[in-house]
């Protein structure tokens, strides 16, 4: 299990180094704006402890990297995107993490929101882990709510979740990283924390 997990963080970095390369330049494009923001208990807002998250945007798409702490070491752990394309017409701002919209934004048919995945792994020794993922305009493979996927990489609000599915179960694993509920019915599933950059 411990070459498993090791692999795993290793492939995170891998992934989280390629993604900056690719998305870091918008090729015959603006140049890529990058922003960095804290993360969020999601049970009352307060700030993860040593978190942050930066987004690049470009013409081409979006890709993030998140480095946060406070999780349970051998837990299965996803990552979620949550676009809302439209953010003018979100009316459930969050303050405190500095978003336009919120939860029944996601609703909202106005906001053309989507829930996708982004990536997952196992924690590591230690309660701090390391994610990135990259999402392209048109991508709503998977999507949770039935959105259109990612359509204004440069003007849409993201939000990226951080959800534990409980401990990793070896016959189970794969698909506790890459799903939304597999094994939540042996494990407490739940989301823990959340970024949100506003366009």
């Not at 918008?26 to 993360?39: F, M, Q, R, W």
């Not at 993490?97 to 909202?108: K, Q």
Request: include cysteine.
């Amino acid at each position: 299990m411990k070459s498993y997990i090791i692999k795993s963080i290793k492939l995170g970095f891998a992934l989280a180094f390629i993604q900056i390369l690719l998305f870091g330049v918008s090729i015959g494009g603006a140049p890529a704006n990058n922003s960095t923001s804290s993360v969020h208990w999601l049970n009352d807002l307060s700030e993860v402890s040593g978190a942050s998250a930066t987004l690049v945007r470009t013409d081409n798409g979006v890709s993030y990297t998140l480095h946060t702490s406070g999780l349970t070491s051998g837990d299965a752990v996803t990552n979620w995107w949550v676009i809302f394309n439209n953010p003018n017409a979100c009316t459930n701002p969050i303050a405190e993490i500095g978003s336009l919209c919120g939860f029944p934004d996601l609703f909202n048919p106005d906001v053309a929101a989507s829930i996708l995945f982004a990536t997952g792994h196992v924690v590591g020794n230690g309660d701090n882990a390391n994610f990135g993922a990259y999402l392209m305009p048109g991508d709503n493979d998977g999507d949770l709510i039935g959105g259109p996927g990612l359509l204004d990489p440069r003007g849409a609000e993201i939000h990226i979740i951080v959800r534990t599915h409980g401990e990793m179960i070896p016959s189970l694993v794969s698909g506790q990283i890459s799903s939304v509920d597999v094994a939540c019915d042996v494990n407490i599933c739940e989301d823990l924390q959340a970024t949100a950059f506003a366009p």
